[in-house]
């Protein structure tokens, strides 16, 4: 059987930075624990719990020692009060996510309206809004969110803001409506990190070589799902969570199987499912150890172009 991945799949550059940061940490004997999960993903928060560093989901749970805030960040107060509790921080908020921050600060200084475009329950977003002003910021994520509100009321102009994990062809609709209606200016707040992923499944998807796809991603990951979505549009494909749920019956009459992960995915997630197709596939087949090792180097195909800068 053929084994492909996609040309990017799984950690975005923030994500891997961070993951690499609190391993450091943890083998330098640093003990503490993460503000909400690193990634979403059942695997990596196991991971840290076992490198002595648990995830709790408030500050008011920790006592003392180093608390991490994630890629995703947090509201600014979180940064003072951590420190006026005495606790050693570890910022690894992605530099991304603090230019949307930044941005944000900007417009509410010049008085503008603020509209931050996402899920109102994403950290990330909350992040942003937490410590405003009620009143001061809209987070929408529908169209018809836009337009129930009454943007007359905002006569100095209004900012919109992107989360950055967004695919903004998808909110086109939204950003247009809130323009038509107000004196509104965009900051292109977008990261392609995910944008690199789904295009890469979709070119995956089109490739004839390819007659079904696995896409392995941890059960609360939005971007998993949506790669998912777009690999399932043209080829049987299976979303897995880790080894244990790949079906042997998904393999049968599958010549070319096409691997790829989602941004909060590990590599040694990858490399694990990868790992387990091949004994199925051998199994099925009837070959030995030797025989697999021998077929293994002439097919498998990874560009080995997976690695991305932390740039735009
Ligand atoms: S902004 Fe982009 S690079 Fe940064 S954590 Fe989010 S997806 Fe990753």
Same mark, same amino acid.
């Given at each position: 059987?053929?084994?492909?991945?996609?040309?990017?799949?799984?950690?975005?550059?923030?994500?891997?930075?961070?993951?690499?940061?609190?391993?450091?940490?943890?083998?330098?004997?640093?003990?503490?624990?993460?503000?909400?999960?690193?990634?979403?993903?059942?695997?990596?928060?196991?991971?840290?719990?076992?490198?002595?560093?648990?995830?709790?989901?408030?500050?008011?749970?920790?006592?003392?020692?180093?608390?991490?805030?994630?890629?995703?960040?947090?509201?600014?107060?979180?940064?003072?009060?951590?420190?006026?509790?005495?606790?050693?921080?570890?910022?690894?908020?992605?530099?991304?996510?603090?230019?949307?921050?930044?941005?944000?600060?900007?417009?509410?200084?010049?008085?503008?309206?603020?509209?931050?475009?996402?899920?109102?329950?994403?950290?990330?977003?909350?992040?942003?809004?937490?410590?405003?002003?009620?009143?001061?910021?809209?987070?929408?994520?529908?169209?018809?969110?836009?337009?129930?509100?009454?943007?007359?009321?905002?006569?100095?102009?209004?900012?919109?803001?992107?989360?950055?994990?967004?695919?903004? @062809? +998808?909110? %086109?609709?939204?950003? $247009?409506?809130?323009? !038509? /209606? *107000? #004196?509104?200016?965009?900051?292109?707040?977008?990261?392609?990190?995910?944008?690199?992923?789904?295009?890469?499944?979709?070119?995956?998807?089109?490739?004839?070589?390819?007659?079904?796809?696995?896409?392995?991603?941890?059960?609360?990951?939005?971007?998993?799902?949506?790669?998912?979505?777009?690999?399932?549009?043209?080829?049987?494909?299976?979303?897995?969570?880790?080894?244990?749920?790949?079906?042997?019956?998904?393999?049968?009459?599958?010549?070319?199987?096409?691997?790829?992960?989602?941004?909060?995915?590990?590599?040694?997630?990858? @490399? +694990?499912? %990868?790992?387990?197709? $091949?004994?199925?596939? !051998? /199994? *099925? #087949?009837?070959?030995?150890?030797?025989?697999?090792?021998?077929?293994?180097?002439?097919?498998?195909?990874?560009?080995?172009?997976?690695?991305?800068?932390?740039?735009?």
């Amino acid at each position: 059987m053929l084994l492909k991945r996609a040309e990017k799949y799984g950690f975005c550059a923030g994500v891997r930075i961070a993951d690499r940061e609190v391993k450091k940490f943890a083998a330098a004997g640093g003990r503490g624990a993460i503000l909400g999960q690193l990634v979403h993903n059942e695997r990596v928060v196991s991971e840290m719990e076992e490198l002595g560093v648990r995830t709790v989901e408030s500050l008011d749970e920790v006592e003392g020692g180093t608390i991490v805030f994630s890629a995703h960040g947090v509201p600014p107060s979180f940064l003072h009060t951590a420190r006026r509790r005495g606790l050693r921080v570890l910022d690894t908020t992605c530099p991304f996510v603090y230019d949307v921050h930044d941005d944000a600060e900007r417009a509410r200084q010049l008085g503008l309206h603020l509209v931050f475009i996402g899920d109102p329950e994403h950290r990330e977003i909350q992040g942003y809004t937490r410590d405003l002003e009620p009143g001061t910021y809209h987070v929408l994520s529908a169209l018809s969110e836009a337009e129930k509100v009454d943007w007359s009321q905002y006569p100095q102009g209004v900012r919109i803001l992107y989360q950055t994990t967004l695919n903004a @062809e +998808e909110y %086109e609709d939204v950003a $247009r409506a809130i323009e !038509s /209606r *107000a #004196e509104a200016t965009r900051t292109d707040t977008i990261c392609y990190a995910t944008k690199e992923n789904q295009d890469a499944a979709l070119r995956l998807a089109e490739d004839p070589e390819i007659d079904a796809i696995l896409v392995i991603g941890g059960r609360h990951s939005a971007n998993t799902r949506h790669l998912w979505e777009t690999c399932s549009r043209l080829k049987p494909s299976y979303l897995v969570h880790g080894v244990e749920d790949i079906e042997g019956e998904w393999l049968e009459g599958v010549s070319g199987l096409g691997i790829t992960a989602g941004a909060s995915t590990p590599d040694y997630l990858v @490399e +694990e499912v %990868e790992e387990r197709v $091949r004994t199925l596939a !051998s /199994r *099925a #087949e009837g070959l030995t150890d030797g025989d697999r090792a021998g077929r293994e180097d002439s097919r498998r195909v990874d560009t080995g172009e997976n690695q991305s800068a932390l740039s735009r």
